[in-house]
T-cell receptor
Framework: GAVVSQHPSWVICKSGTSVKIECRSL??????MFWYRQFPKQSLMLMAT?????????EQGVEKDKFLINHASLTLSTLTVTSAHPEDSSFYIC?????????FGSGTRLTVV | AQSVTQPDIHITVSEGASLELRCNYS??????LFWYVQSPGQGLQLLLK??????LVQGIKGFEAEFKRSQSSFNLRKPSVHWSDAAEYFC???????????FGKGTHLIIQP
C-alpha cells in the first residue's frame, strides 16, 4: 500500500532555533499533503495544506511565517518550525492522499528546550 | 463548519468482550468518514473508511463500522477485543479531494484481562 515516510521521528532543539521536518510519499506522487499538530492527549488539528508548486494554505490561527511549508516536488513536503519556542513542542504528523484514502506518516515528536 | 464528536473519552472493555466506539459528525455535504488507531508515540493507522455504497464497512483487525446518515453516526465495532487493541481511536471526516480531515477528540480504549 501507499507509504508516507516522515523524518525525523523525534527532535530536540534549543529555543530560538529552527527545525525542518520532511514528509515523503514513497510509492506515489502527492500533489497535496497535509500537516497536523497533536498536543499531548489531544486530537489532531489540521495546520496547513501543502500544494506542489504553489503556496500552502494555512488554517485559521496558524502562523504562516512561523511554520514554513515547502512542497518542492511531487514526493516531498517540508515543514520548518522557525524560531521555535517551548510552546511549539508537539507531535507533528503529515498526510497525503493516494487513491483510496488519507495515509499518515509516523509523526515527529518536537521538544523545544 | 464540520465537526466530529466522540462522546466517550475512555472506554474499558474486558478481553474477549464486544466493543462499540461512538462517532457523530457534522458535515455539509456527503462525508468521507474514517477510523484511525494510534498507539502511544506513533502515527495513525487506518482501520477503515467509508466513501459511498454499502453502509456497513469492514476494516482491518476485525473492525467494522456502520454509516447511518439519519443519525449522522459512524460507530466502530468489534465482536471480540484483544489486549493488543488497547490504543487511542480517532474518528475523522473529510470531503476528499484537497480537503484535510477533521478529527474527533479520540477515545482511549483500555482492555482488562
Amino acid at each position: 500500500g501507499a507509504v508516507v515516510s516522515q523524518h525525523p521521528s523525534w527532535v530536540i532543539c534549543k529555543s530560538g532555533t529552527s527545525v525542518k521536518i520532511e514528509c515523503r510519499s514513497l510509492d506515489f506522487q502527492a500533489t497535496t499533503m497535509f500537516w497536523y499538530r497533536q498536543f499531548p492527549k489531544q486530537s489532531l488539528m489540521l495546520m496547513a495544506t501543502s500544494n506542489e508548486g504553489s503556496k500552502a494554505t494555512y488554517e485559521q490561527g496558524v502562523e504562516k511565517d512561523k511554520f514554513l511549508i515547502n512542497h518542492a516536488s511531487l514526493t516531498l513536503s517540508t515543514l520548518t518550525v522557525t524560531s521555535a519556542h517551548p510552546e511549539d513542542s508537539s507531535f507533528y504528523i503529515c498526510s497525503a492522499l493516494p487513491d483510496g484514502g488519507y495515509t499518515f506518516g509516523s509523526g515527529t515528536r518536537l521538544t523545544v528546550v | 463548519a464540520q465537526s466530529v464528536t466522540q462522546p466517550d473519552i475512555h472506554i474499558t472493555v474486558s478481553e474477549g468482550a464486544s466493543l462499540e466506539l461512538r462517532c457523530n459528525y457534522s458535515y455539509g455535504a456527503t462525508p468521507y468518514l474514517f477510523w484511525y488507531v494510534q498507539s502511544p508515540g506513533q502515527g495513525l493507522q487506518l482501520l477503515l473508511k467509508y466513501f459511498s455504497g454499502d453502509t456497513l464497512v469492514q476494516g482491518i483487525k476485525g473492525f467494522e463500522a456502520e454509516f447511518k446518515r439519519s443519525q449522522s453516526s459512524f460507530n466502530l465495532r468489534k465482536p471480540s477485543v484483544h489486549w493488543s487493541d488497547a490504543a487511542e481511536y480517532f474518528c475523522a471526516v473529510g470531503g476528499g479531494g484537497a480537503d484535510g480531515l477533521t478529527f474527533g477528540k479520540g477515545t482511549h480504549l483500555i482492555i482488562q484481562p
